[in-house]
């Protein structure tokens, strides 16, 4: 049936609001429930069974005329987020229209170098601020460049681009995450970590499974060298008989013998327990 909260028809066509679907009766209770309990009501673990016939009844009657306000609370924060994100983007736009930059980075594929915030750097990372400082103490001249020869341009761009905004594109962070991942962990910017374990265990599959177990190991990240084992012991038969793993396997000998032991402590589980 048509539901008041959920229907796709505009507002003023929607059916009177006591008009709902089974989804959201059943979102509404709980949250009628939640509201509750926070405000101290007794008896809450005792629902009357009629609540279950009726969602307004006399007693939840005033909660659920609060919904609304609560909602249109939420819906609010949403918008004041919104502001404040595009608020501070223009920490992207400084970088992008190199406005008053004060310092170059060089990457080590012999790119040009890009011209950047010094403070933005010494705000992100403890790692670039201390080399922003000469060992008096006193900050290095406003011509100094500094050279990431781990990273080619368009990562030290893409780098570079994280820092100022916080967010990268899709297709940047499938085409760089590996090299953030490292740069990452190498100067400590913990948040660029995160981002970037979220997104190689959000797209692990086949293609990826060992690429991200060899970094793991490379930065110690347990939770995603944990992921990748399991997964890549799940799907050990398409993993070991492709053309990566051949190249993986001597590169990588003790990461090797790991997923063997794994393999084979699987494969003794599931006998132990039937499966």
């Not at 009628?32 to 629902?47: F, P, Q, R, V, Y």
């Not at 005329?65 to 949403?78: A, E, H, I, T």
């Not at 990268?168 to 740069?183: D, N």
Request: glycine share 4%.
């Amino acid at each position: 049936m048509d539901c008041s909260i959920c229907s796709s028809m505009p507002f003023l066509l929607r059916p009177p609001r006591n008009t709902i679907c089974g989804a959201c009766y059943e979102g509404a209770k709980s949250i009628i429930t939640l509201m509750n309990k926070l405000e101290g009501d007794k008896g809450t673990d005792n629902i009357d069974t009629k609540a279950n016939n009726s969602l307004v009844s006399p007693a939840n009657s005033c909660k659920l005329g609060d919904l609304p306000k609560w909602l249109s609370g939420l819906n609010d924060q949403r918008v004041e987020m919104n502001k404040k994100i595009a608020f501070l983007s223009g920490f992207g736009a400084a970088f992008r229209e190199r406005i008053h930059t004060d310092i170059q980075l060089v990457p080590g594929d012999n790119g040009l170098p890009l011209a950047t915030h010094r403070a933005l750097l010494a705000a992100r990372s403890e790692i670039f601020k201390n080399m922003l400082e000469s060992e008096d103490g006193c900050k290095a001249p406003p011509s100094e460049t500094i050279k990431l020869a781990e990273l080619k341009h368009e990562e030290l761009e893409s780098l570079l681009d994280f820092l100022y905004t916080g967010s990268l594109p899709r297709e940047k962070m499938e085409k760089h995450v590996y090299s953030l991942f490292l740069a990452a962990d190498k100067y400590a910017i913990q948040y660029l970590q995160e981002f970037c374990e979220r997104h190689m265990l959000l797209y692990l599959n086949s293609s990826t499974a060992l690429d991200v177990l060899e970094i793991s190991d490379v930065c110690s990240n347990k939770t995603l060298k944990d992921a990748a084992l399991n997964f890549i012991v799940k799907n050990m038969e398409e993993i070991a008989f492709s053309s990566k793993f051949e190249v993986f396997a001597p590169k990588n000998q003790h990461l090797y013998v790991q997923i063997t032991r794994a393999f084979l402590m699987d494969i003794k589980s599931k006998r132990v327990t039937g499966v």
